[in-house]
């Protein structure tokens, strides 16, 4: 059974940082693709970043550019969402997901999800 569970959430201010850990058991860790998910409240679910199996490609959407970086761990079957620079419209519950398939950034490509973990960034 996969399984994802996700830590690192909290309240920070403005500016400040925080590193989400995803850590994955139930399934070969390297053949999947893993993505980070947010969804703040009224908001739809969108992907923040996701990191493919094998060669480790990565993608961000425009908003966190330069501020998140994704890692993945095999060692450890973790994968990483560094966020520096946070900011308030970056408040959302953020979600792990992986599929073995997936090569989009989106939420439809995604079979497995992690239950969340809470970010809220403080003006």
């Known amino acids: 059974e996969v399984q994802l569970v996700e830590s690192g959430g909290g309240l920070v201010q403005e500016g400040g940082s925080l590193r989400l850990s995803c850590t994955a058991s139930?399934?070969?860790?390297?053949?999947?693709?893993i993505g980070w998910f947010r969804q703040a409240p009224g908001k739809e679910r969108e992907g923040v970043s996701c990191?493919?199996?094998?060669?480790?490609?990565?993608h961000y959407i425009d908003t966190v550019t330069g501020r998140f970086t994704i890692s993945r761990d095999k060692a450890k079957n973790t994968v990483y969402l560094q966020m520096n620079s946070l900011k308030p419209e970056d408040t959302a519950v953020y979600y792990c997901?992986?599929?073995?398939?997936?090569?989009?950034?989106?939420?439809?490509?995604?079979?497995?999800w992690g239950q969340g973990t809470q970010v809220t960034v403080s003006s």
């Open positions: 997901a992986a599929d073995p398939s997936a090569t989009i950034c989106s939420r439809s490509s995604f079979s497995s």
């Open positions: 990191i493919s199996s094998g060669d480790a490609r990565t």
């Open positions: 139930g399934f070969t860790f390297d053949d999947y693709a």
